[in-house]
């Protein structure tokens, strides 16, 4: 200790901070290396290493005073020669909220490093407001505009500055960065009246002046900041709705045709009074229909429509003019198509945005009516359209949802596999598939999923070293801390967690029916106890969630969320303030999932050993002894949690259903917790007399009870699962996991049993008690076989029903969906158009490429595709059930 206190010239006990941190080797090297060369790269090392201490919550403010200290020994003697290395010491004082020292050495002659103005003015900005001195900050920000007056995020630091918006400093951040605020809770009553009029008038002064100077119609910022001083205003209440209405046509007419039009102007929509959002889109028609014809009138009509979505005015319409409306932006996808005849199949088409706006509109219809033609359409639109050009990737998405939700899973699969997302995009697009697939009879395809998101995030890991010497060479030391968060961040996320617990798990079903493989791969995962430990601390990760949740369509907010299986409500019963709450919700619920996953490898291997020690003569097999019991119990008191309830009052509630004084429905939404629950209930009860359980209590449930509760809540489910084509929607993922999860849980159960009373060598005597018992037992199992093989028969003969409906009617069923009747409000008008397009195509007039595309289009074929998909995710929980049974057959006969 007295050697590293030397070597840091510092006391002892900030010294032990650092030794106690991760990063101390690190540190350590690097002061040596610049004690012998005296080169600012290992100093700066040094430093970013102490950094990297505190952020990962050691040792404070001890440290970094260290680490400043090392860095004013240094300047003292060599000075500072490169800007980076300015940077570093800057973010040094800003952690330790030295705004005033920061200043000062960025006003000094250390300040000529930064040599790019803009840079060196944001960061005088930046430290000016987070010192407290707005009205220097403000100036420093004015400054700024001139040089850049596109800059959106700078404007809105100049109002955060001006107007002193609290919400736009929040106090102890350490955040390089000011929060930008563009929230409608930000508020400036602190400012006297008279303070906020003057200032609002400075800021509209000084807006119009950088609109006289700037005089360019390619610059957004001036145009955008006139309409943030309204919102401004109102916010305070001293707003004018007529002035923002009246800057926001101008906005329109000069920018109107850009895809980021409606997100620039979203915030600022908020505030207008409602009756004045329809005399809004009134104007816009009227300035589309003044507009020159050009590529940017596409463009503008495509910002209406998105506006018209955005505040709610679709909800409002009848069904006709619904479907009024999806005609209308088909037929202009249609006319636009000669714009791009000339374009590289990779580049974007004017007026594509129409088809995923004509599928979220059918959609809309689809959920207020069910009727299931709207959703054949939207699927058709969109497949057109991914047929003129492959590369869409809004299409794609949109397509992955609608065929999950349609059981149509293959094509789904299809779809994001041919979005080719690599790298870090797995972790942020991966959400789009992950979660109906993990509940899929896609085995196969689930586990290349899992592999290729776990190889990635693996090789990631590896690789983040070399990329953070690759930083450190280049002397580009802010990215070193950069690499090395993000690093932390992955390792963190809870999709990662996700994908590891269930790779196992999933391992485990697909292995189920042989034993020895259940036991090889249980063996590889520490029997469960490694899953254990996590689950133990993992509140205290602090888990990350990483996935770009705004590129979900607006029926799916979240994994969990499906506006599509709950009663119409018009889509502003969902305005986008909650969706914080509705993020945060899911992100528990994802915490609670995995919690529960953890448990279960470990929860299977102890069921299996309890249930086989039950063997009379064998309760020493394999070492099981009370602490296993126990370990047992302490799991299922765990478990019980997950299903809502405390242990006692949960195997009450499981034998009340059993025995038929309670239905199904009793078990809520939880029911494959709760019928995972109750396999591993009865494997411990099998035992639970012979470990001495304190209350002395045995639990009403054998293996009789266990295989009729299985058979019944599979029939059910059989039963209430309506028709997969005139239903979307239906959840057949309970059915396939009741067969995967539970019911292959129990099954492996039986398998160690069956083992457990042949031990191979071993000859069993006859005619004592103990040989009796296992006859008794023995009996028992084997009923419990032929209770399987019978549930499983049950849904081996539900899917060859369904599998062996012949395709044409299947096809014929849903094309009739699309036929036209008299009524005006029915699906199959936005298919005519597509149908006319595809028919009076002229190769001149849009194109080779579009129009042999078009050509090869038919929506019977689309009609086909669903069909068979749906029938070879069918085909494929067939041959899980089979599978099954086959070896269900084989156990029963060594019985």
């Known amino acids: 200790m007295r050697k590293v206190s030397e070597q840091f010239g510092t006391d002892d006990g900030t010294v032990q901070l650092l030794c106690s941190g991760i990063f101390f080797c690190e540190a350590t090297t690097a002061i040596k290396m610049y004690k012998i060369a005296w080169e600012e790269r290992f100093l700066l090392w040094a430093v970013c290493s102490i950094q990297l201490q505190v952020f990962c919550g050691d040792g404070g403010e001890k440290l970094l005073q260290l680490a400043e200290a090392l860095l004013k020994k240094h300047i003292a003697s060599h000075s500072l020669h490169e800007p980076e290395a300015l940077s570093v010491y800057i973010s040094l004082l800003e952690q330790q909220a030295k705004y005033g020292d920061a200043l000062e050495i960025l006003s000094g002659s250390l ?444 029926w799916t907010p979240s994994f969990d969320r499906n506006y599509l299986s709950e009663p119409y409500k018009a889509i502003s019963s969902y305005p986008k303030e909650n969706l914080r709450d509705e993020v945060e919700q899911t992100e528990e619920k994802v915490m609670r999932t995995i919690e529960k996953r953890l448990l279960l490898p470990r929860l299977i291997y102890l069921s299996i050993k309890c249930a086989s020690s039950s063997i009379k003569g064998n309760f020493n097999l394999n070492g099981f002894d009370s602490k296993d019991s126990s370990e047992l119990k302490s799991l299922l008191e765990s478990y019980s949690k997950f299903v809502g309830l405390p242990f006692q009052d949960a195997t009450e509630l499981l034998v009340a259903v059993s025995s038929g004084k309670k239905s199904f429905e009793d078990f809520s939404s939880n029911l494959i917790d709760w019928m995972n629950f109750a396999v591993f209930f009865n494997a411990w009860n099998l035992n639970s007399h012979k470990a001495n359980t304190s209350d002395g209590y045995m639990f009403p449930i054998s293996w009789q009870v266990l295989c009729t509760l299985l058979e019944q809540c599979i029939s059910a489910k059989i039963n209430s699962t309506k028709s997969l084509l005139s239903s979307p929607g239906t959840d057949l993922s309970i059915l396939i996991q009741l067969v995967t999860e539970p019911l292959t849980w129990h099954s492996l159960i039986i398998q160690s049993c069956v083992r457990a009373s042949l031990p191979s060598g071993k000859k069993k005597k006859k005619g004592g008690s103990s040989d009796q018992s296992n006859t008794q037992l023995s009996h028992a199992i084997k009923d419990s076989v032929s209770s399987l093989i019978d549930t499983i028969d049950l849904v081996t003969k539900w899917l060859n029903e369904q599998i062996n409906k012949p395709v044409d009617g299947d096809v014929d069923f849903l094309l009739s969906s699309l036929q036209i009747e008299q009524s005006d409000d029915g699906p199959g008008k936005v298919v005519k158009v597509l149908e006319n397009l595809v028919s009076t195509v002229d190769d001149l007039e849009v194109g080779e490429r579009i129009s042999r595309a078009l050509r090869s289009w038919s929506h019977v074929d689309v009609a086909r595709k669903i069909v068979t998909a749906q029938g070879t995710a069918l085909a494929e929980f067939l041959s899980i059930c089979e599978s099954k049974t086959k070896a269900l057959l084989a156990l029963k006969l060594q019985i």
């Not at 920018?255 to 039009?261: C, I, K, P």
């Not at 009727?371 to 991914?386: D, F, H, Q, R, T």
């Not at 794609?396 to 149509?408: F, G, Q, R, T």
Request: charged fraction near 25%; hydrophobic fraction near 40%.
């Open 111 to 554: 300040g000529s490093l930064i040599m790019i103005e803009v840079d060196k003015l944001r960061m005088q900005g930046r430290l000016l407001a987070r010192a407290g001195d707005y009205g220097g900050a403000t100036d420093i920000f004015q400054k700024l505009l001139k040089l850049c007056p596109d800059d959106w995020e700078c404007f809105l630091h100049y109002f955060g500055c001006l107007l002193e918006d609290d919400c736009s400093f929040p106090s102890g951040s350490n955040s390089s960065s000011i929060q930008v605020s563009t929230l409608m809770g930000c508020q400036h009553r602190h400012l006297a009246e008279d303070l906020f009029d003057s200032r609002i008038s400075r800021a509209s002064e000084f807006v119009e002046s950088l609109m006289t100077e700037v005089g360019s119609d390619s610059i957004r910022g001036p145009g955008w900041a006139n309409l943030e001083i309204e919102r401004r205003k109102m916010i305070y209440g001293k707003g004018n709705a007529d002035k923002l209405m009246e800057n926001l046509i101008i906005y329109f007419s000069r920018f109107g045709h850009l895809a980021s039009f409606t997100a620039d102007v979203e915030v600022f929509l908020q505030v207008l009074p409602g009756d004045m959002k329809k005399q809004l889109l009134e104007n816009l028609v009227k300035i589309i229909a003044s507009s020159t014809p050009s590529r940017s009138v596409p463009g503008q009509h495509i910002t209406f429509f998105k506006i018209r979505e955005l505040i709610g005015d679709t909800s409002s319409l009848h069904v006709k003019d619904l479907v009024g409306f999806a005609v209308q932006m088909t037929e202009m996808y249609c006319h636009n198509l000669p714009l791009s005849k000339d374009l590289d199949v990779q580049e974007s088409m004017h007026g594509e945005e129409f088809l995923s706006m004509t599928c979220n509109v059918l959609v809309q219809l689809f959920w207020r009516t069910k009727n299931v033609g709207y959703l054949l359409e939207a699927i058709m639109v969109l497949e057109l359209g991914l047929t003129v050009r492959r590369y869409v990737w809004q299409y794609k998405i949109l397509l992955i949802h609608l065929y999950s939700y349609w059981n149509a899973l293959p094509l789904a699969y299809d779809w994001y596999k041919s979005l080719d997302v690599k790298n870090i995009l797995l972790e942020t697009v991966s959400h789009h598939i992950f979660p109906q697939m993990l509940t899929s009879s896609l085995l196969g395809d689930v586990n290349d999923l899992l592999k290729g998101y776990l190889r990635f995030m693996d090789d990631h890991f590896k690789e983040s070293a070399d990329l953070t010497f690759l930083a450190y060479r280049h002397r580009n030391y802010s990215k070193v801390i950069e690499f090395i968060q993000f690093k932390e961040r992955l390792q963190r996320s809870n999709q990662y967690l996700t994908a590891k617990v269930e790779g196992s798990i999933l391992e485990l079903k697909r292995k189920a029916d042989s034993f020895e493989e259940v036991e090889s791969v249980l063996g590889s995962l520490n029997y469960g106890s490694d899953f254990l430990e996590v689950s133990s601390d993992i509140r205290s990760k602090k888990l990350t969630y990483n996935e770009d949740l705004k590129l979900r369509p607006w």
